[in-house]
């Protein structure tokens, strides 16, 4: 059987330089496809996509909400075709009701373990309109290393430099903060995968620099411990979100090879203060990720925000605006509040005001946006401050001796051989 796995484009952030990450959702769905699939993937935000070239089966992976709309333009025009489509990733989780009229299919939850059965209804014709999975979690034991080798690595850089490759250790999250679908689609509950199996998977990776997704590695300390001890001697380098404000486990992922952590920064208390600080004074750079028009920020308040972001020195900041996303906490606020301006889903960027602020206008927290990213910018541009924050990675590969190696990697990756 041919499938066609299709990576919708969606709208990039405009203050943000456009680079693209290799996708993780398709990656770990690829692996979960039996062994005799014949697989060919598409990832539009790197290449066109030819539609004469379809499989038996189109699937398409559709991870945010600002990506539907085109999802649902692409299965529009397969099934058109005579083509069966069906859905999955986490934008289908949360708009399963809206899919339904553009698939013939979708599945919503985890794959692992359960593809078989999806193909052999499709291939005697009983496709079923709603795989409903969500919350029935499979074995974090059956999560297979992610299948990169459907990835065309070339087409994954940026000014030269080779992106990181993505990764996962974990599933689900314990947190339950208000602007985030995560609780909704994990049952607030963590699912670590077996630390044996990740090493595996990072040992498979042709690329020294990585990016670890999980939700948060913050999620318990004996876990974390144990996985940066086990990572250490592999001698990657890698990015994750937040991991444990705590002595041991920092110096612990000093070892495993941390180069930068993205940090959520919510106030100017000494806290995040402190916070930062630990980090930076053990060479572990930060991203903070900022979101603006929250309920108790005026004009006078961000402008405080951005003041604190330059004063702590903050290796790069992204910027975002509050975006009620379906099934979150802060939509089920704002919809009792009346005040969600439009269900226009390729506007749910991040980068657009969606929704009435409390203590601004639409207007002005849009104009407060494109103040934030002026001014933290102001002196260096982005692409400078990212060009610092990877200088450091190459920093600490010559300080380990692996530097050689990791560029020998990045030229294999753009095809430039040895
Ligand atoms: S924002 Fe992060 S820590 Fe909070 S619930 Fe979502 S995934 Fe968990």
């Given at each position: 059987?041919?499938?066609?796995?299709?990576?919708?484009?969606?709208?990039?952030?405009?203050?943000?330089?456009?680079?693209?990450l290799?996708p993780?959702?398709?990656?770990?769905?690829?692996?979960?496809?039996?062994?005799?699939?014949?697989?060919?993937?598409?990832?539009e935000?790197?290449?066109?996509?030819?539609?004469?070239?379809?499989?038996?089966?189109?699937?398409?992976?559709?991870?945010?909400?600002?990506?539907?709309p085109r999802?649902?333009?692409?299965?529009?025009?397969?099934?058109?075709?005579?083509?069966?489509?069906?859905?999955?990733?986490?934008?289908?989780m949360l708009?399963?009701?809206?899919?339904l009229?553009?698939?013939?299919?979708?599945?919503?939850?985890e794959?692992?373990?359960?593809?078989?059965?999806?193909?052999?209804?499709?291939?005697?014709n009983?496709l079923k309109?709603?795989?409903?999975?969500?919350?029935?979690?499979?074995?974090?034991?059956?999560?297979?290393?992610?299948?990169?080798?459907?990835?065309?690595?070339?087409l994954?850089?940026?000014?030269?430099?080779?992106?990181?490759?993505l990764?996962?250790?974990?599933?689900?999250?314990?947190?339950?903060?208000?602007?985030?679908c995560?609780?909704?689609?994990?049952?607030?509950?963590?699912?670590p995968?077996?630390?044996?199996?990740?090493?595996?998977?990072?040992?498979?990776?042709?690329?020294?620099r990585?990016f670890?997704?999980?939700?948060?590695?913050?999620q318990?300390?004996a876990w974390?411990?144990?996985?940066f001890?086990?990572?250490?001697?592999?001698?990657?380098?890698w990015?994750?979100?937040p991991?444990?404000?705590?002595?041991?486990?920092?110096?612990?992922?000093?070892?495993?090879?941390?180069?930068?952590?993205?940090?959520?920064?919510?106030?100017?208390?000494?806290?995040?203060?402190?916070?930062?600080k630990?980090?930076?004074?053990r060479?572990?750079?930060?991203?903070?990720?900022?979101?603006?028009?929250?309920?108790?920020?005026?004009?006078?308040?961000?402008?405080?925000?951005?003041?604190?972001?330059?004063?702590?020195?903050?290796?790069?900041?992204?910027?975002?605006?509050?975006?009620?996303?379906?099934?979150?906490?802060?939509r089920?606020q704002?919809?009792?509040?009346?005040?969600?301006?439009?269900n226009?889903?390729i506007?749910?960027t991040?980068?657009?005001?969606?929704?009435?602020?409390?203590?601004?206008?639409v207007d002005?927290?849009?104009?407060?946006?494109?103040y934030a990213?002026?001014?933290?910018?102001?002196?260096?541009?982005?692409?400078?401050?990212?060009?610092?924050?990877?200088?450091?990675?190459?920093?600490?590969?010559?300080?380990?001796?692996?530097?050689?190696?990791?560029?020998?990697?990045?030229?294999?990756?753009?095809?430039?051989?040895?």
């Amino acid at each position: 059987m041919k499938i066609k796995l299709i990576y919708p484009k969606w709208p990039k952030l405009k203050n943000q330089p456009e680079f693209n990450l290799p996708p993780h959702g398709p990656v770990c769905f690829a692996a979960t496809l039996p062994p005799d699939v014949e697989l060919s993937f598409c990832d539009e935000n790197v290449e066109a996509l030819d539609f004469s070239d379809g499989g038996d089966l189109i699937c398409l992976s559709v991870m945010l909400t600002c990506q539907m709309p085109r999802a649902w333009e692409i299965a529009d025009k397969y099934r058109a075709m005579g083509k069966k489509v069906i859905f999955g990733g986490i934008a289908s989780m949360l708009h399963h009701e809206e899919v339904l009229a553009h698939a013939d299919s979708v599945f919503l939850g985890e794959a692992e373990g359960r593809m078989e059965q999806v193909l052999r209804d499709f291939q005697e014709n009983k496709l079923k309109k709603t795989y409903n999975f969500l919350h029935d979690f499979p074995d974090t034991k059956l999560i297979g290393t992610a299948r990169r080798n459907i990835l065309k690595h070339e087409l994954y850089h940026f000014r030269g430099v080779q992106m990181v490759d993505l990764v996962h250790a974990s599933r689900g999250c314990r947190f339950n903060c208000f602007p985030c679908c995560t609780p909704y689609l994990g049952g607030c509950k963590f699912r670590p995968r077996p630390i044996e199996n990740v090493i595996k998977e990072l040992e498979s990776i042709d690329n020294s620099r990585l990016f670890i997704v999980d939700n948060s590695l913050s999620q318990d300390d004996a876990w974390e411990k144990e996985l940066f001890r086990a990572i250490a001697p592999l001698k990657k380098k890698w990015v994750s979100h937040p991991i444990k404000d705590d002595d041991e486990i920092l110096d612990l992922a000093v070892k495993a090879g941390c180069w930068y952590v993205y940090q959520a920064v919510v106030d100017t208390s000494d806290h995040i203060r402190r916070r930062i600080k630990r980090l930076k004074e053990r060479g572990i750079g930060v991203e903070g990720t900022i979101i603006l028009g929250m309920d108790n920020q005026d004009e006078d308040y961000i402008k405080r925000l951005v003041d604190f972001l330059l004063e702590i020195e903050l290796d790069l900041a992204e910027f975002t605006i509050l975006t009620p996303f379906a099934h979150t906490p802060i939509r089920a606020q704002m919809e009792q509040e009346g005040r969600i301006l439009h269900n226009d889903w390729i506007r749910y960027t991040g980068g657009e005001v969606v929704f009435k602020p409390a203590k601004m206008s639409v207007d002005s927290l849009q104009e407060m946006y494109e103040y934030a990213w002026k001014t933290f910018y102001g002196d260096f541009s982005k692409e400078i401050k990212m060009a610092k924050l990877y200088l450091k990675v190459i920093e600490k590969e010559k300080r380990d001796g692996t530097y050689k190696e990791s560029a020998l990697r990045a030229r294999r990756r753009r095809g430039e051989g040895q």
